[in-house]
């Protein structure tokens, strides 16, 4: 998307009617479009049909569940996903981010608070866009080039590595500060403005993620320096263009 939806496309997966109801009212009295699937088979058939600009997804849902059905998605999209759990262990919340969400919010919750998340993963991804119109396009390092416009990152050998809009945020966060020590704290005002609150698990889920995909050797990274106590290190050279 090129910048936040005046009236942003929500799909709900949610097969309990009275929340898919009680959420559907909410947004759409708060400039939003909703649509509801009661179920992934559902979703998928919808996704098919319409463009949506991010997905409310509930772990616990009939046939294959959220977890099986955000891995699924981001083999090919990177439609921004933000999940709803009953479940409050903080695995649960790790997996969720591991596997691709953006963002989590637990049941019970507040729509108002699911109001505010779903803002800030659609205003992150337009304030990127909107910078990237201030002259810099693109920023390099390593061989790889990470496309502020597309909001996509590019390989040495110019193949698109799928990136998740938490992902693409972080990165780009850590491209524009080459050399310098970033705390979680730091990285998650950086990305998500403090969203997602207090769980600053998430972003080593994020880091450990997109290491999988820009090291050579994930066990021993290079690029993404941990730094004991400190937080992390963007260790190469970015050039702009």
């Known amino acids: 998307m090129n910048s936040t939806p005046s009236t942003p496309h929500i799909l709900v997966v949610e097969d309990d009617r009275e929340i898919s109801a009680l959420v559907a009212r909410y947004l759409r009295a708060n400039e939003c479009r909703v649509t509801i699937a009661g179920d992934?088979?559902?979703?998928?058939?919808?996704?098919?049909?319409?463009?949506?600009?991010?997905?409310?997804?509930?772990?616990?849902?009939?046939?294959?569940?959220?977890?099986?059905?955000?891995?699924?998605?981001?083999?090919?999209?990177?439609?921004?996903i933000l999940m709803?759990?009953?479940?409050?262990?903080?695995?649960?919340?790790?997996?969720?981010?591991?596997?691709g969400a953006d963002d989590y919010l637990g049941k019970p919750f507040n729509p108002r608070e699911l109001l505010a998340r779903i803002r800030a993963i659609l205003r992150r991804g337009a304030t990127a866009e909107d910078?990237?119109?201030?002259?810099?396009?693109?920023?390099?390092?390593?061989?790889?080039?990470?496309?502020?416009?597309?909001?996509?990152?590019?390989?040495?050998?110019?193949a698109r590595v799928a990136l998740t809009g938490a992902e693409f945020d972080l990165l780009h966060a850590l491209c524009l500060r080459p050399g310098r020590v970033l705390s979680r704290d730091q990285l998650l005002d950086l990305t998500q403005g403090r969203a997602a609150g207090p769980f600053e698990r998430s972003i080593d889920v994020l880091i450990s993620r997109i290491r999988q995909k820009i090291e050579r050797d994930p066990r021993n990274p290079e690029t993404i320096r941990t730094i004991r106590s400190g937080g992390y290190l963007f260790t190469p050279e970015v050039t702009r263009s």
């Open 131 to 158: 910078r990237a119109d201030e002259g810099v396009r693109r920023l390099h390092f390593l061989g790889w080039t990470l496309d502020l416009a597309l909001r996509q990152l590019l390989s040495p050998e110019e």
């Open 84 to 99: 709803l759990t009953a479940k409050t262990e903080e695995i649960d919340r790790i997996v969720g981010l591991e596997i």
């Open 40 to 80: 992934g088979r559902e979703m998928l058939r919808l996704l098919a049909d319409s463009r949506v600009d991010l997905i409310v997804l509930d772990v616990m849902l009939p046939g294959e569940d959220g977890f099986s059905l955000c891995r699924r998605l981001r083999v090919t999209s990177t439609v921004p």
